[in-house]
């Protein structure tokens, strides 16, 4: 019999028999739990000797998965003290999961101890992950299987490519026809839902024959140009992982994935799991389902984001198998008695959508009721405010009309209820109700801010912390207006902004202005415009808030109008999108303009675009009930649950969703035999959700939920709220109820607890909160004394003094980089004899570097980086490995009408050159991937860090260097060079960042065992004559040139700093650790000099690399001198 059968399955025993191999349910209720479940087992599966590293605990959202993992750790040091405290015969405070833990022997008590402590200790390395974050960790050790590139970057969906894509496709095909086929607002609306999905497209027809061959150029465009542009999206990490798990498609290599997974993992715990979609099912399945025990803890009456991609359908096929054992959590942890025997009136027995959605009893943890005092006519747990029934005969009030009388009782509720003494008692204190107690959940953004609009009117503190795209504000129009502005500022743009709210004139104020007021204002239009060209959009934001006696600042004017920190945060949020879009992307004004349109004319919730708090003061909380869920409140209003206006199906041709043979299915624009069918099919599974968002609504609530119904012909007999009421005791609800009935008609809804009311003012508006004496303000003085020698700093940042000075020929030209220990630029090029410096002739320096015809400069520098970075060392074909590397790179990076193949033919012989003795003459071919690590960023103190010990300053890194460097070494008199007047007095304290290109992991010196490790830097520095035409040789890299431009560059200081952050990075991760044996040098390969088989060689080093060995004594004191670990 399915679970779905019975008329309550079993709940779940938190303290029986741990769940021990195949797949278990755990089906939630709303407060019942969940994250609290996850915790306690993962804490007695640890207990029990499970280590932490074989549990995998997914959930589905960032900031779920950071709750879960606080509530695990803190479970954990909870179970630990408890445990310690038992042991001791000390006094605990009682707690059920300590309390089993308890059971058992000293020897038993003082093992699970010792596990748990050592998953306290190693907690960091514990899987707790959103599930994309699982794919992308399993992914990055699957290595060929796993096809994408190294070094992809993550985002969580592309809206701006799709629309780009979807463009360019529709463009090319119909840009000459005057009436196409297929309009654009339909091919974005296709490309929108199809971008994503794994579904089945209908109809399966002639009629769709275009419209199917879009969707298969749209996905083979896209993935083109993610690839091209390094992205990988959430959707990608998901199909990848279940593709490698495919057996079809790698047959026993895929059961060997799985395999390992599963061996890895033998517990996965999935939280909220009601919101997967098929391919994250068909990744657990494939990898888990059958070897690894399997807990799915989630609520399908939750279930209500479809419109992300989340599909119940999975859910109830996952636990529908029959050899899933299905338990409940049947205990409410959230709600009051009082209101959870009234919520059960209304939904107890309800289906939401489907048969096997099922609103099931569940018991209360509390006993009574914790919110008192209340006035009569508001003490009911479950208040229902009816607006007035219409007779028969009559068609009633427009729905204009009822929704803003529905808003005007809200408000006069709520005011009374705030004023009328009411007392809650949520942590064991009774106090007064307070505005933050109350939260206003509703079904569109729109409502939301009619609701804190109203709100705010009356002099009630509210906030909206709703999920409405930032995009969609007057404040994204006033953006969109000055920077029409800033472009052609004419007569007619300058009128725009300056009823804008940024300059903030009213209709009357511009009317009446002067012509001098006019040119006043066209002055500092042009002034921004300048400050935007020249500085970008942070600099702008700056200057609109630098006010005048005559022109107060943006902030200091919005501040003091009704609403104004809300629009000074969507202004502020709008200027930071812009900032960063013109920073990664290198837009002007115009195309800064175009961005922001675009970006109002698309859809979307993530969270560059929801709306941000505008203050976090005691307020009322007014947001959709997406926005709310997993949330909870003392008091919840819900005034728009009756209201739900559907379209006439003939008049609505665009694509949806829906379900055929449970596979999620995309029906295409087209007037087919089958439309009818399917969209009826689309709109009850919309119904089933509605009624599941009735459900979360209702449930957000611990002691009181008030909620609005009123009739409207055509909205209300739709509404989730109307099909609850009038279902009369039926499992299902129809899809719609026309009556007229007032609600108070009905039996079901005479109990104890629920009150049924008409609309009708019960006190006057909540008075505005007006101190009767202000208090005396005195202006606060700054007295503290501030350190302003801590920074957080780099290596450019402790030579930018002296790169700053001007070297007239002598020095280096760093190539630059945007990682933050490279330079952007170091005086002019160094000037070297080829030759000078070798003893005996040496042939091949008078022949040309392979780079001497690729540019100069920072770009440059840093696209031959990325380069090295990305390349495969293994490849069998390296030039071909290289070109595609460079392809890709050039994409982002342009560099002139330099092409992919001649880059790569001029980089490859740098990997093809002997590193010389210290490096055993290895190539950076001969390396493989798994002996090199690229980019490894550290951070570490100086002088202590946050708590800091003293100060170090440059010169005592000078002394150091003398200490240790022999006379003969090739850097010995850099030291004389640290202690230069812009240098020496240059202080260590605080953080130091920085990336080094590269360690490379070679074999050890003789007579040692184990391997060392080479600190690798790339440096395209132009070391050749500065007169146009000359030759760039290989003659100008020789060791004693190198040398002479990382002293005057400062290199040796940088490749110091980074012999440190190797250091402590192998004291922590390199077992039987000894700087002596493991430190195995420095290397600055100056590409431009190495030409492969055939670079010269003086004295024994080869030209292009600079080899250094610092002495391990020298690395090891300078980590403990800048580290603040030396007494001086």
């Known amino acids: 019999m399915s679970p779905f059968e019975t008329p309550q399955p079993a709940s779940f025993d938190l303290s029986g028999p741990l769940p021990d191999g195949g797949t278990w349910v ?4 709303a407060g019942t739990g969940k994250t609290f479940t996850i915790a306690t087992l993962a804490v007695r599966y640890v207990a029990a000797g499970v280590p932490l590293s074989a549990l995998m605990m997914v959930t589905f959202t960032r900031a779920a998965t950071q709750e879960l993992r606080a509530r695990i750790r803190a479970r954990l040091a909870d179970a630990e003290a408890g445990l310690r405290a038992q042991l001791a015969g000390v006094e605990r405070d009682p707690d059920p999961l300590v309390d089993l833990l308890c059971h058992g022997s000293d020897d038993e008590l003082a093992e699970r101890l010792r596990r748990i402590g050592r998953a306290l200790a190693d907690f960091d390395a514990a899987t707790i992950a959103t599930t994309h974050e699982f794919c992308g960790r399993m992914l990055d050790g699957l290595g060929v299987l796993d096809d994408s590139d190294p070094g992809v970057r993550q985002v969580e969906e592309v809206p701006e490519l799709v629309r780009e894509a979807a463009a360019d496709l529709w463009l090319r095909k119909y840009a000459r026809d005057g009436l196409p086929e297929l309009n654009w607002e339909e091919a974005h609306q296709i490309a929108r839902l199809s971008a994503e999905f794994d ?51 790698h047959g026993p290599l895929a059961e060997e994935v799985a395999r390992r997974l599963s061996a890895r993992f033998t517990h996965v715990l999935i939280d909220e799991f009601q919101d997967t979609d098929p391919v994250q099912w068909q990744v657990v399945r494939r990898a888990f389902l059958g070897r690894s025990t399997v807990i799915l803890i989630g609520d399908p009456k939750q279930a209500i984001y479809s419109f992300r991609g989340a599909d119940v359908h999975a859910y109830l096929e996952a636990v529908s198998a029959e050899d899933v054992r299905f338990h409940t959590l049947a205990k409410n942890y959230r709600t009051d008695p009082e209101l959870l025997s009234a919520l059960g009136t209304l939904l107890g027995g309800a289906q939401l959508g489907d048969p096997r959605i099922l609103v099931r009893p569940v018991d209360a943890h509390h006993r009574r009721a914790r919110l008192t005092n209340l ?22 009030p427009q729905v204009r009309t009822l929704r803003p009388l529905i808003i005007d009782d809200l408000v006069s509720d709520l005011s009374a209820l705030l004023q009328s003494g009411a007392m809650i008692e949520l942590d064991g204190e009774p106090r007064p109700l307070r505005a933050d107690d109350i939260a206003v959940l509703v079904k569109r953004n729109e409502t939301a801010e009619d609701i804190r609009h109203a709100l705010q009117q009356v002099g009630i503190p509210v906030v909206n912390a709703g999920a409405s795209s930032v995009y969609l504000t007057q404040e994204a129009a006033d953006w969109l207006t000055l920077l029409g502005a800033l472009e052609q500022p004419r007569p007619q743009t300058i009128r725009r902004v300056a009823l804008s709210s940024f300059v903030g004139w009213s209709l009357a104020e511009l009317a009446e202005a002067t012509e001098a007021a006019l040119n006043d204002l066209s002055t500092r239009v042009r002034q921004w415009s300048r400050v935007l060209a020249r500085h970008g959009v942070a600099a702008l934001m700056e200057a609109l808030n630098a006010g005048t006696p005559e022109h107060p600042g943006l902030a200091a004017r919005l501040l003091t109008q009704s609403g104004g920190e809300r629009r000074l945060t969507d202004l502020r949020h709008i200027g930071q999108a812009l900032h960063a879009a013109r920073t990664r992307n290198q837009l002007g004004v115009t195309a800064l303009a175009e961005w922001l349109a675009e970006r109002r004319e698309e859809e979307s919730g993530d969270d560059e675009r929801t709306r941000r708090l505008d203050t976090d003061a005691e307020a009322v909380q007014v947001m959709t009930v997406h926005r709310a869920k997993g949330l909870e409140f003392p008091i919840v209003y819900l005034p728009d649950q009756w209201d739900r206006f559907l379209s006439q199906p003939h008049k609505d041709l665009r694509p949806f969703t829906y379900h055929q043979d449970a596979r999620r299915t995309l029906f295409l624009p087209a007037r087919a035999p089958e439309r009818p069918a399917a969209f009826a099919q689309h709109r009850a599974e919309g119904a089933g959700e509605d009624l599941r968002l009735l459900y979360v609504a209702l449930t957000r609530a611990q002691c009181q939920v008030v909620v609005w119904y009123a009739y409207h012909h055509s909205n209300s007999p739709h509404g ?22 007032h609600p108070r008609e009905l039996p079901r809804l005479r109990h104890p607890h629920i009150r049924v009311q008409d609309l009708a003012p019960l006190h006057s508006p909540f008075p505005a909160r007006v101190p009767e004496d202000p208090e005396s303000l005195q202006v606060r003085r700054f007295d503290r004394v501030t350190d302003l020698e801590w920074r957080r700093t780099s290596y450019s940042g402790l030579t930018a003094a002296a790169h700053d000075q001007a070297y007239a020929g002598a020095g280096a030209s760093p190539e630059g980089s ?8 170091v005086g002019d090029e160094l000037e070297v004899d080829p030759g000078a410096s070798a003893a005996t002739p040496v042939p091949g320096l008078d022949s040309p570097s392979p780079m001497a015809g690729l540019p100069r400069g920072a770009d440059f520098g840093t696209m031959v980086h990325t380069v090295y970075e990305g390349f495969d060392p293994g490849a069998s074909d390296l030039t071909a490995e290289l070109s595609a590397v460079a392809a890709r790179t050039l994409l982002r990076l342009p560099t002139g009408e330099l092409t992919a193949g001649e880059l790569a033919d001029a980089l490859l012989p740098a990997i093809l050159t002997p590193l010389g003795p210290i490096a055993d003459d290895l190539r950076l071919c001969d390396i493989p991937a798994r002996d090199r690590l690229p980019e490894l960023d550290f951070e570490y103190p100086l002088a202590g860090g946050d708590r800091p010990t003293g100060r170090v300053r440059l010169r005592e890194v000078a002394e150091l260097l003398r200490q240790h460097l022999p006379a003969g070494d090739p850097l010995a008199r850099y030291a004389d060079r640290l202690e230069a007047p812009e240098l020496d007095e240059q202080v260590l304290r605080g953080f130091l960042v920085g990336s080094i290109d590269a360690v490379l992991r070679i074999p050890a010196r003789r007579g040692d065992l184990g391997h060392r490790y080479l600190v690798v830097d790339y440096k395209t520095n132009w070391l050749g004559p500065l007169a146009p035409g000359s030759e760039l040789l290989l003659g100008h890299y020789t060791p004693a040139a190198m040398a002479e431009a990382m002293m005057t560059a400062h290199y040796p200081l940088q490749a110091l700093l980074y012999c440190v952050a190797l250091h402590r990075y192998l004291r922590w991760r390199q077992p039987g650790y000894r700087p002596e ?33 610092p002495p391990a004594a020298l690395v090891v004191a300078l980590s403990d001198l800048v580290g603040g670990e030396v007494t001086r």
């Not at 755990?26 to 209720?29: I, K, N, P, R, V």
């Not at 879009?214 to 390094?230: I, M, S, W």
């Open 26 to 29: 755990l089906e939630a209720s």
């Open 720 to 741: 989730a709220l109307t099909r609850m009421l009038f279902r009369d005791g039926a499992a299902e609800p129809a899809e719609h109820y026309p009556q007229r009935t």
């Open 1077 to 1109: 044996t493991h430190l195995g040098g420095v290397a600055y390969l100056f590409v431009r000099g190495m030409a492969g088989a055939d670079t010269p060689v003086v004295d024994q080093l080869p030209c292009g690399v600079f080899s250094w060995w």
């Open 375 to 396: 006035a009569d006519g508001q003490d009911a747990a479950l208040r229902l405010r009816v607006a007035a029934i219409p007779p028969a005969n009559e068609r009633g």
């Open 199 to 249: 579904g089945d497209l209908a109809p399966d027809s002639d009629a769709t024959t275009t419209l199917r061959r879009f969707v298969r150029a749209l996905l083979q465009e896209l993935a083109t140009r993610k690839r091209d542009r390094g992205l990988r999206t959430f959707h990608d990490l998901l199909t990848a992982l279940r593709d490698v798990l495919d057996p079809e498609r």
């Open 818 to 825: 945007e990682l933050d220990d490279e330079l952007a630029a």
